[in-house]
């Protein structure tokens, strides 16, 4: 197996990388989540048990594995207690399995509602965002205004810093969007007490990684979104507010770049996204409503319906160059059961002319006109399947055409939500 690898969505999310992740864990010594924060959900199932983590790698279901979030990672201390409550609750306790980067920084009340305040502000044109305060939080960590766990966690320390951001961002709040302003005493007595309840996790963390790599230890590193909604090389300024590409995970961990030795890209058989933004393969229509209830395509985070429509191989081959993936695994194979018909958009064309390349700009992105393959569908219920050669020979010809026109295998078909129901075709350096 890979000694340590990447794993990353390379649509607009909700690709079902948790499922996967959950699946290799016990394979790795440690899952590493380097990026985004609570707008993000991945949704596991586990002996038909339903678990939805937000910020948790979604190793932690393994009861023997250490899980790390990051320095890179933007951390809603009332989502984290939350979720360890829950998970404990659950009998999954975390306590010496799950450590928090003292680098990584801290979602404040205040940046969830400036994130509401400038939504509203933008009316039609808003981005459409979780409202989490995820933007807005990485917007302070940009203009070094931001509070990092290390302080947040040192009760003298915090308190200076909160009178002094919150001083600040008073007055954006009041008069700017003419809101009400946050007390400083309010926040400080609420917050304080998840800083005394997460203080046992804050580690350094770079220092924790970087002597797993001299021990030997393997790495898993989690990301969350997906590619297309990278702040970099997603369709902007419709996107998230981090680095989801697999250049992230250096800076989003502190390894350097070297320490990842393989990256595999979670791939749809379909496409969705939530939220704004252009989406050329989109389907209003009913397709989009078959793979929308097919699929239970609302978010795990704010269960908004999500647009559905067509593989997209253009998007798809742009997000793999970023990445440099070595194989996909192949997601909701299972949704398309049922369809007489199933379309990848195989290029763009705009003023009759066919693009070679991945557009950057919005605005084009939004007029161009796909154009498509057409391949027959199946009527087989394919999620008992625990081999390719089980698949409907219509089935296994759609996989395969995906593996021509992006040039790289499907390691993985998933058939299921199940933790059992994938079939792994290729074993190879990465353990597949």
Not at 52 to 76: M, R, T
Not at 183 to 206: F, I, M, Q, W
Not at 300 to 306: A, E, K
């Amino acid at each position: 197996m890979s000694k340590n690898l990447l794993v990353v969505g390379l649509q607009w999310g909700d690709e079902g990388k948790g499922k996967i992740i959950d699946a290799l864990s016990e394979q790795y010594d440690a899952i590493v989540r380097f990026q985004g924060g609570a707008n993000a959900g991945h949704t596991v199932y586990v002996d038909n048990e339903k678990f939805v983590l937000h910020l948790i790698p979604s190793g932690i279901l393994h009861q023997d594995k250490q899980c790390i979030i990051a320095n890179g990672v933007v951390v809603d201390p009332e989502c984290l207690s939350e979720e360890i409550d829950g998970l404990r609750e659950r009998n999954h306790h975390v306590e010496g399995r799950l450590w928090i980067s003292g680098r990584a920084h801290v979602v404040m009340p205040y940046h969830k509602m400036l994130d509401g305040l400038q939504e509203a502000e933008l009316g039609d044109q808003q981005i459409q965002t979780t409202r989490r305060g995820i933007g807005p939080c990485y917007a302070d960590k940009a203009a070094r205004t931001g509070i990092r766990f290390a302080e947040f966690v040192n009760p003298d320390v915090f308190r200076d810093r909160l009178e002094e951001v919150l001083t600040l961002k008073n007055k954006i709040i009041s008069r700017i969007y003419d809101g009400d302003p946050l007390n400083v005493d309010d926040v400080y007595e609420r917050y304080s007490g998840y800083a005394e309840k997460l203080r046992p996790y804050v580690k350094n963390t770079v220092a924790m990684l970087q002597r797993y790599e001299n021990e030997g230890k393997t790495l898993l590193m989690e990301g969350a979104q997906g590619t297309m909604l990278d702040i970099n090389n997603g369709t902007y300024p419709y996107v998230t507010s981090s680095n989801v590409c697999a250049g992230g995970a250096a800076v989003g961990t502190g390894l350097p770049p070297s320490s990842v030795t393989d990256v595999m890209g979670i791939v749809k058989a379909y496409c969705s996204r939530v939220g704004g933004g252009p989406f050329p393969t989109e389907q209003d229509n009913e397709t989009g409503e078959f793979l929308r209830e097919q699929g239970n395509e609302y978010g795990s985070t704010t269960g908004r319906p999500r647009r559905c429509g067509w593989l997209d191989i253009v998007a798809l081959r742009h997000t793999i160059a970023v990445n440099g993936v070595s194989g996909i695994s192949l997601m909701l194979l299972d949704v398309l059961t049922g369809l007489k018909e199933i379309k990848i958009c195989t290029g763009y064309k705009i003023n009759g002319e066919q693009l070679k390349e991945f557009p950057a700009e919005v605005s084009f992105l939004g007029k161009v006109e796909p154009i498509y393959e057409s391949f027959q569908g199946w009527q087989e219920d394919i999620t008992g399947a625990k081999e390719f050669a089980h698949l409907p020979a219509a089935a296994r010809d759609y996989v395969k055409a995906i593996e021509n026109l992006i040039d790289l295998p499907v390691k993985i078909v998933s058939v299921g939500p199940g933790r059992s129901q994938v079939i792994q075709r290729v074993y190879g350096e990465s353990g597949l």
